[in-house]
C-alpha cells in the first residue's frame, strides 16, 4: 500500500508541475509581442553581427557554440537584461561524444554494444556541458548509415536499426538525467530527422528517396526510441526525404512525430537549413522558406534568421499568428523544464571539480578498451611488455589530435596523449622504436627507407595506419574507402620485411583492407579512441585487458560494394559462385570482408544449447530463446551475444537476417552462462499496407558471435 500511495503521490506532484508549467507559458504567451515571439524562435551563433543588437531588444531565444561558465553567464545577463519579460537564453553547443574529456566516436562506442556505456559517455559529457554553462547539446545522432563513404557515418551507431534504437534512447537518458533542471543535466536533440544518412552516393547534404517501408523499419526507429525515451529536442534534417525537404516536411514533422508518437517537444533546424530551402527549389525567398518551415513543424530556426521575416507574413495574414504561438510554447515549456527561470545562471566554481575528473578520464578509459575491434589475430597479440623491440610505424601514432577524432567539442590536443607515448609508459622491459614512414595523405614515400631499416630490426612491427579527423564527420564523404596516401605501400613494405606486423586502424569509418586481411596477421580496428584512447590501446595490446568490440558496420572488400549490410533483402538468384547467372560480383568473393557483429578475442567461445521455451507462440504472446556460452580459452573475457531473426515466408520478402537482441557478458577462464532473450512482438512485425503488421508462419533464429555464424532454431507464430 505505502508504495502505491507513494506513486500516486507522484504522479499527482507531476500533474501539478505539469499544469503549472502550462498556465506560465500561457501568461508570458499573452504579454509577448509579434516580434518577442519570434525572438524565441530564432537561434543566434556566437560572434554573429546581428547577435548584439538582437540581445538589446530581447529578441533571441538560444544562441550556440558558446562555452564556459564565465561568457555563457555573461550572455545571459545581457539577454536577461534586454528582455522585456526575462526570459532566458538556451545555451547550446555540439557535445557529441564528449565534452572536453573526450570519449571514442559514436560508431566506436556502437562497437561496445553496451547501452550502458553509451549512457555513461553522455552523462559524463553532460557534467562537464553544463558546468560550462551549457544547456543543450545537438546529440544524438540517431541517423542509420549503410554507406560508409558517408562521413558522418563516424556519429552515429552504424547500420542497424536495433542496435541504432537502443544506443539513441541510451545517449537520451545519459544526458538528460533524472530531470532537465537538475545541474548535470543538459537537453538532448535526436537528428537529424530525417533518413539524412541515406545520402545517396554517400554524399553529405544529398537527396534520400525510399519506400516507407524502408523509412520505417530502418531510418525511423531510432528516433522512435529517442522519443519514446523523453528526448526534449528533435533536429531536421538537411536533405530532401522522397522529394520533400525535411526541414518542410509536414508528414515527417507532424503527421508522425507529433500525432503519431505524441512527441512534446520541439524541433529546430539544422544550420541554415530554412534558408537552403530556397536551393531545394520549393521557396523562392527566405520569407517563404520561413513559412514553409514553421508550418511544417520546425519550431526553431538555426543561424540564418529567417524567422524574422514571418512578422510581415501574419501581418498581411498569409500565416496565422497561432502557428507561431504553437512553436513559442513548446521553446518555452523546454525553458522551463531546464530549470533555467530559477536558475539562469552557472555556478563558475563547479567546472574546476569537474572537468577531465579522475572520474572521467577513468570513464573514457573504460568506454575505449570495450570499443576495440580485434578483426583478426595470428598470435601477434598480445605484444610483450617485457622483452624484445615493438616498432610503432606511421605518422597517427604521434599524433594527439586525430585521436580525438571529429566532432570533439572542447576537447584539447595537449589534454590527450598520443599513442606512441603510451606504449612507451607501459612497456616494462620491452623496447619500442618509431619511425613515421608516411604521413596521412603524403604523396611520396620519402620516409619508407628508414622506417623499413627500423622494421627489420625489431622482434614486432605495429603499423599505426588509416584517416586523419578531418577524413571523417560532416562534408567528409570520401568516393574511395582505400587506406589514403602512400599508406598502402607503406604496409606492404613493412609486411615484406618478413617481421610480424600489426595492423593498428584509426578511422570513422569502415576502411577497405582487403590486401591485409590476407597478408597481415594481426589487425584491430580503434576508431578515434577519445582523450584515454591511447591508453585503452596500451592495455588491450599488451593484453592488460582483452578486446570484445563487434562491428557495428559491415567492412567491405572494395568500395564498390557499398552499400552493404547485413540486413539485406533476399534475391530471386541467391549468390552462387559456381552459377554465373545470381547474386555476386563477378570480380570478388562472395560476401563482406568482415560481418557485421564479428571480433575476437584473446579467449575463444563456445555456443551450444540452443532451445525455445515453446514450439510456438501467437503475436500477442512471448517466447524465450535461450542458449550456452562457454568460456573455453585460459583467460577471462566479455562476449557479446547476438540473436538474429528470419521471416522465412512473408507477404512481403523480409530480409535474410535482422538483428533482435544482443547481451555482453563476462566469463572467466572455464566458465559458462545461460544467456536468455526473450521474443516479443516487436520483434516480429514489419509495416505492411495497414501499419505494422504480424503474420503467421515459420521464423528462423539464429544466435551467436556475430551475423555470420551461430547456432539455429526454428519457431510457430500462429
Same mark, same amino acid.
Given at each position: 500500500?505505502?508504495?502505491?500511495?507513494? /506513486?500516486?503521490?507522484?504522479?499527482?506532484?507531476?500533474?501539478?508541475?505539469?499544469? !503549472?508549467?502550462?498556465?506560465?507559458?500561457?501568461?508570458?504567451?499573452?504579454?509577448?509581442?509579434?516580434?518577442?515571439?519570434?525572438? !524565441?524562435?530564432?537561434?543566434?551563433?556566437?560572434?554573429?553581427?546581428?547577435?548584439?543588437?538582437?540581445?538589446?531588444?530581447?529578441?533571441?531565444?538560444?544562441?550556440?557554440?558558446?562555452?564556459?561558465?564565465?561568457?555563457?553567464?555573461?550572455?545571459?545577463?545581457?539577454?536577461?537584461?534586454?528582455?522585456?519579460?526575462?526570459?532566458?537564453?538556451?545555451?547550446?553547443?555540439?557535445?557529441?561524444?564528449?565534452?572536453?574529456?573526450?570519449? $571514442?566516436?559514436?560508431?566506436?562506442?556502437?562497437?561496445?554494444?553496451?547501452?550502458?556505456?553509451?549512457?555513461?559517455?553522455?552523462?559524463?559529457?553532460?557534467?562537464?556541458?553544463?558546468?560550462?554553462?551549457?544547456?543543450? %547539446?545537438?546529440?544524438?545522432?540517431?541517423?542509420?548509415?549503410?554507406?560508409?563513404?558517408?562521413?558522418?557515418?563516424?556519429?552515429?551507431?552504424? &547500420?542497424?536499426?536495433?542496435?541504432?534504437?537502443?544506443?539513441?534512447?541510451? +545517449?537520451?537518458?545519459?544526458? !538528460?538525467?533524472?530531470?532537465?533542471?537538475?545541474?548535470?543535466?543538459?537537453?538532448?536533440?535526436?537528428?537529424?530527422? /530525417?533518413?539524412?544518412?541515406?545520402?545517396?552516393?554517400?554524399?553529405? +547534404?544529398?537527396?534520400?528517396?525510399?519506400?516507407?517501408?524502408?523509412? =520505417?523499419?530502418?531510418?525511423?526507429?531510432?528516433?522512435?526510441?529517442?522519443?519514446?525515451?523523453?528526448?526534449?529536442?528533435?533536429?531536421?534534417?538537411?536533405?530532401?526525404?522522397?522529394?520533400?525537404?525535411?526541414?518542410?516536411?509536414? +508528414?515527417?514533422?507532424?503527421?508522425?512525430?507529433?500525432?503519431?508518437?505524441?512527441? =512534446?517537444?520541439?524541433?529546430?533546424?539544422?544550420?541554415?537549413?530554412?534558408?537552403?530551402?530556397?536551393?531545394?527549389?520549393?521557396?523562392?525567398?527566405?520569407?517563404?522558406?520561413?513559412?514553409?518551415?514553421?508550418?511544417?513543424?520546425?519550431?526553431?530556426?538555426?543561424?540564418?534568421?529567417?524567422?524574422?521575416?514571418?512578422?510581415?507574413?501574419?501581418?498581411?495574414?498569409?500565416?496565422?499568428?497561432?502557428?507561431?504561438?504553437?512553436?513559442?510554447?513548446?521553446?518555452?515549456?523546454?525553458?522551463?523544464?531546464?530549470?533555467?527561470?530559477?536558475?539562469?545562471?552557472?555556478?563558475?566554481?563547479?567546472?574546476?571539480?569537474?572537468?577531465?575528473?579522475?572520474?572521467? =578520464?577513468?570513464?573514457?578509459? *573504460?568506454?575505449?578498451?570495450?570499443?576495440?575491434?580485434?578483426?583478426?589475430?595470428?598470435?601477434?597479440?598480445?605484444?610483450?611488455?617485457?622483452?624484445?623491440?615493438?616498432?610503432?610505424?606511421?605518422?597517427?601514432?604521434?599524433?594527439?589530435?586525430?585521436?580525438?577524432?571529429?566532432?570533439?567539442?572542447?576537447?584539447? #590536443?595537449?589534454?590527450?596523449?598520443?599513442?606512441?607515448?603510451?606504449?612507451?609508459?607501459?612497456?616494462?622491459?620491452?623496447?619500442?622504436?618509431?619511425?613515421?614512414? %608516411?604521413?596521412?595523405?603524403?604523396?611520396?614515400?620519402?620516409?619508407?627507407?628508414?622506417?623499413?631499416?627500423?622494421?627489420?630490426?625489431?622482434?614486432?612491427?605495429?603499423?599505426?595506419?588509416?584517416?586523419?579527423?578531418?577524413?571523417?564527420?560532416?562534408?567528409?564523404?570520401?568516393?574511395?574507402?582505400?587506406?589514403?596516401?602512400?599508406?598502402?605501400?607503406?604496409?606492404?613494405?613493412?609486411?615484406?620485411?618478413?617481421?610480424?606486423?600489426?595492423?593498428?586502424?584509426?578511422?570513422?569509418?569502415?576502411?577497405?583492407?582487403?590486401?591485409?586481411?590476407?597478408?597481415?596477421?594481426?589487425?584491430?580496428?580503434?576508431?578515434?579512441?577519445?582523450?584515454?584512447?591511447?591508453?585503452?590501446?596500451?592495455?588491450?595490446?599488451?593484453?592488460?585487458?582483452?578486446?570484445?568490440?563487434?562491428?557495428?558496420?559491415?567492412?567491405?572488400?572494395?568500395?564498390?560494394?557499398?552499400?552493404?549490410?547485413?540486413?539485406?533483402?533476399?534475391?530471386? =538468384?541467391?549468390?552462387?559462385? &559456381?552459377?554465373?547467372?545470381?547474386?555476386?560480383?563477378?570480380?570478388?568473393?562472395?560476401?563482406?570482408?568482415?560481418?557485421?557483429?564479428?571480433?575476437?578475442?584473446?579467449?575463444?567461445?563456445?555456443?551450444?544449447?540452443?532451445?525455445?521455451?515453446? $514450439?510456438?507462440?501467437?503475436? #500477442?504472446?512471448?517466447?524465450?530463446?535461450?542458449?550456452?556460452?562457454?568460456?573455453?580459452?585460459?583467460?577471462?573475457?566479455?562476449?557479446?551475444?547476438?540473436? +538474429?531473426?528470419?521471416?522465412?515466408?512473408?507477404?512481403?520478402?523480409?530480409?535474410?537476417?535482422?538483428?533482435?537482441?544482443?547481451?555482453?557478458? /563476462?566469463?572467466?577462464?572455464?566458465? %559458462?552462462?545461460?544467456?536468455?532473450?526473450?521474443?516479443? *512482438?516487436? !520483434?516480429?512485425?514489419?509495416?505492411?499496407?495497414?501499419?505494422?503488421?504480424?503474420?503467421?508462419?515459420?521464423? *528462423?533464429? *539464429?544466435?551467436?558471435?556475430?551475423?555470420?555464424?551461430?547456432?539455429?532454431?526454428?519457431?510457430?507464430?500462429?
Amino acid at each position: 500500500m505505502k508504495r502505491t500511495a507513494s /506513486a500516486i503521490a507522484l504522479v499527482l506532484l507531476a500533474t501539478v508541475a505539469h499544469a !503549472q508549467a502550462g498556465d506560465r507559458v500561457e501568461e508570458l504567451l499573452s504579454a509577448m509581442t509579434l516580434e518577442e515571439k519570434l525572438g !524565441q524562435l530564432t537561434q543566434y551563433v556566437g560572434g554573429q553581427p546581428e547577435l548584439d543588437a538582437a540581445l538589446k531588444k530581447g529578441l533571441v531565444g538560444s544562441i550556440l557554440n558558446l562555452g564556459g561558465a564565465a561568457s555563457t553567464n555573461e550572455m545571459q545577463r545581457q539577454a536577461l537584461a534586454g528582455s522585456r519579460l526575462k526570459i532566458p537564453l538556451l545555451v547550446a553547443n555540439d557535445v557529441i561524444h564528449g565534452y572536453r574529456t573526450i570519449f $571514442p566516436i559514436p560508431l566506436a562506442i556502437a562497437a561496445t554494444f553496451d547501452p550502458a556505456l553509451a549512457e555513461l559517455a553522455a552523462r559524463t559529457a553532460a557534467r562537464e556541458a553544463r558546468a560550462s554553462g551549457i544547456h543543450w %547539446t545537438f546529440a544524438p545522432m540517431v541517423d542509420i548509415a549503410r554507406d560508409p563513404r558517408w562521413g558522418r557515418i563516424a556519429e552515429g551507431a552504424g &547500420e542497424d536499426p536495433f542496435l541504432g534504437a537502443a544506443m539513441a534512447a541510451a +545517449y537520451v537518458r545519459g544526458f !538528460q538525467g533524472r530531470k532537465l533542471s537538475d545541474p548535470d543535466a543538459v537537453m538532448a536533440c535526436a537528428k537529424h530527422f /530525417a533518413a539524412y544518412g541515406a545520402a545517396e552516393g554517400g554524399r553529405d +547534404y544529398s537527396a534520400a528517396d525510399m519506400s516507407e517501408r524502408v523509412l =520505417r523499419e530502418v531510418y525511423l526507429p531510432p528516433f522512435r526510441a529517442a522519443v519514446q525515451a523523453n528526448v526534449a529536442t528533435l533536429m531536421s534534417a538537411f536533405n530532401t526525404v522522397n522529394g520533400v525537404p525535411a526541414t518542410a516536411n509536414r +508528414y515527417l514533422l507532424d503527421d508522425v512525430l507529433r500525432k503519431e508518437w505524441k512527441f =512534446r517537444g520541439f524541433v529546430v533546424s539544422d544550420y541554415a537549413a530554412v534558408a537552403e530551402l530556397v536551393n531545394h527549389r520549393i521557396a523562392a525567398t527566405p520569407h517563404e522558406a520561413a513559412i514553409a518551415a514553421l508550418t511544417a513543424g520546425v519550431d526553431m530556426d538555426m543561424q540564418d534568421l529567417s524567422y524574422g521575416t514571418l512578422a510581415e507574413a501574419v501581418k498581411k495574414g498569409t500565416l496565422q499568428e497561432s502557428a507561431v504561438d504553437t512553436a513559442v510554447r513548446r521553446v518555452l515549456r523546454a525553458k522551463i523544464d531546464a530549470g533555467l527561470f530559477e536558475n539562469p545562471f552557472t555556478d563558475e566554481t563547479r567546472a574546476a571539480s569537474v572537468i577531465l575528473s579522475r572520474e572521467h =578520464r577513468e570513464a573514457a578509459r *573504460r568506454v575505449a578498451q570495450r570499443s576495440f575491434v580485434l578483426l583478426k589475430n595470428e598470435n601477434v597479440l598480445p605484444l610483450k611488455k617485457n622483452e624484445g623491440t615493438i616498432a610503432v610505424i606511421g605518422s597517427l601514432a604521434e599524433s594527439k589530435e586525430d585521436i580525438l577524432g571529429p566532432w570533439s567539442s572542447e576537447g584539447k #590536443a595537449e589534454e590527450a596523449t598520443p599513442i606512441l607515448d603510451a606504449l612507451r609508459a607501459a612497456a616494462k622491459g620491452a623496447k619500442i622504436v618509431y619511425a613515421r614512414g %608516411t604521413g596521412i595523405a603524403d604523396a611520396k614515400e620519402d620516409e619508407f627507407a628508414a622506417a623499413v631499416a627500423l622494421a627489420k630490426d625489431a622482434d614486432v612491427i605495429l603499423a599505426v595506419l588509416g584517416e586523419s579527423r578531418e577524413m571523417s564527420g560532416e562534408a567528409a564523404s570520401r568516393s574511395s574507402l582505400e587506406l589514403p596516401g602512400r599508406q598502402q605501400q607503406l604496409l606492404e613494405a613493412l609486411v615484406a620485411t618478413g617481421k610480424p606486423v600489426a595492423l593498428l586502424l584509426l578511422s570513422g569509418r569502415p576502411l577497405t583492407i582487403a590486401w591485409a586481411a590476407e597478408h597481415v596477421p594481426a589487425i584491430v580496428q580503434a576508431w578515434f579512441p577519445g582523450t584515454e584512447g591511447a591508453h585503452a590501446l596500451a592495455d588491450v595490446l599488451f593484453g592488460d585487458a582483452n578486446f570484445s568490440g563487434k562491428l557495428p558496420v559491415t567492412i567491405p572488400r572494395t568500395t564498390g560494394q557499398v552499400p552493404i549490410y547485413h540486413a539485406e533483402l533476399p534475391s530471386g =538468384r541467391p549468390a552462387n559462385v &559456381e552459377n554465373r547467372w545470381t547474386n555476386k560480383y563477378a570480380d570478388l568473393p562472395l560476401g563482406p570482408l568482415y560481418a557485421f557483429g564479428h571480433g575476437l578475442s584473446y579467449t575463444k567461445f563456445e555456443y551450444s544449447g540452443l532451445k525455445l521455451s515453446a $514450439p510456438a507462440m501467437t503475436a #500477442a504472446g512471448t517466447l524465450t530463446a535461450s542458449v550456452s556460452v562457454r568460456n573455453t580459452g585460459a583467460r577471462a573475457g566479455e562476449e557479446i551475444v547476438q540473436l +538474429y531473426m528470419s521471416d522465412l515466408v512473408a507477404s512481403v520478402s523480409r530480409p535474410v537476417r535482422e538483428l533482435k537482441g544482443f547481451h555482453r557478458i /563476462a566469463l572467466a577462464a572455464g566458465e %559458462t552462462k545461460r544467456v536468455d532473450f526473450p521474443i516479443t *512482438r516487436e !520483434q516480429l512485425e514489419f509495416w505492411g499496407e495497414q501499419g505494422w503488421v504480424v503474420e503467421p508462419g515459420t521464423f *528462423r533464429v *539464429r544466435v551467436g558471435p556475430s551475423s555470420a555464424s551461430g547456432l539455429e532454431v526454428t519457431f510457430e507464430v500462429r
